[in-house]
């Protein structure tokens, strides 16, 4: 069975620093799809990036960027220049390619200080 | 033009009520998902619809059925509501396949007192 595990229940990071978000997963399927949406307190799920699991680059959008390491089975999510809009709480999820089931971390609370 | 809606966003209920919520969604997606979410913010998918037939059903009691009467529409109905059914319902949608992501609705949030 697939697992995603978010070790961070908590985070903060200083406005305009970077902070990485970690995401572990584990799964025996060689084809997979890996994705980080975003949650503000307003409670709306917001996509931010996906990563294939044959994709060689790690996916960027904007300044969210995804650090794959296939090897070790991680996905983090790399936040650049933070801003206050960021503190929100963020999910981290995998995807197989059988009738698309996704499974989801537990999340991660980042909130961002001025 | 919302791309994925739920209605109602807020329910309230008593104990051993029967509620619906409905979820539309206008991206020409075929594959739609219901998801709970606790207190504790835990995400668990409950049903995934794909081109309206049912292709995942996780370990939820039958008091709970989805119905969807067309790929664009996909209702939750609750039966005999217990309080531990509190929580926020997001229903979502995606093309099928693993590379494709889920478009949420804005959730609702069903309360039983």
């Known amino acids: 069975a697939q697992k995603i595990t978010q070790t961070q229940p908590g985070m903060f990071v200083q406005e305009k620093e970077a902070v990485t978000l970690d995401c572990t997963y584990d799964t025996s399927d060689q084809s997979y799809g890996l994705f980080w949406y975003k949650q503000p307190s307003s409670g709306e799920m917001i996509f931010l990036i996906y990563?294939?699991?044959?994709?060689?680059q790690n996916a960027t959008e904007g300044r969210y960027s995804l650090n794959f390491q296939k090897a070790r089975k991680s996905a983090n999510l790399v936040i650049s220049a933070s801003q206050l809009g960021d503190s929100a709480m963020y999910f981290c999820?995998?995807?197989?390619?059988?009738?698309?089931?996704?499974?989801f971390g537990d999340g991660t609370t980042l909130t961002v200080k001025p | 033009d919302t791309a994925v809606s739920q209605t109602p966003k807020y329910l309230v209920t008593q104990m051993g009520n029967d509620k619906s919520i409905k979820c539309e969604q206008n991206l020409g997606h075929d594959t739609m998902y219901w998801y709970k979410q606790d207190s504790k913010k835990f995400l668990k998918i409950m049903f995934s619809?794909?081109?309206?037939?049912?292709?995942i059903n996780e370990t939820v009691p039958n008091r709970f059925s989805p119905k969807s009467p067309d790929k664009a529409h996909l209702n939750l109905h609750i039966n005999s509501l217990e309080l531990g059914d509190s929580a926020v319902y997001f229903c979502?949608?995606?093309?099928?396949?693993?590379?494709?992501?889920?478009?949420f609705g804005p959730g609702t949030r069903l309360t039983v007192l």
């Open positions: 990563q294939g699991s044959y994709d060689e």
């Open positions: 619809y794909n081109n309206k037939e049912l292709i």
């Open positions: 979502a949608s995606s093309l099928g396949g693993q590379y494709n992501e889920q478009f």
């Open positions: 999820a995998m995807r197989l390619t059988n009738a698309g089931k996704s499974t």
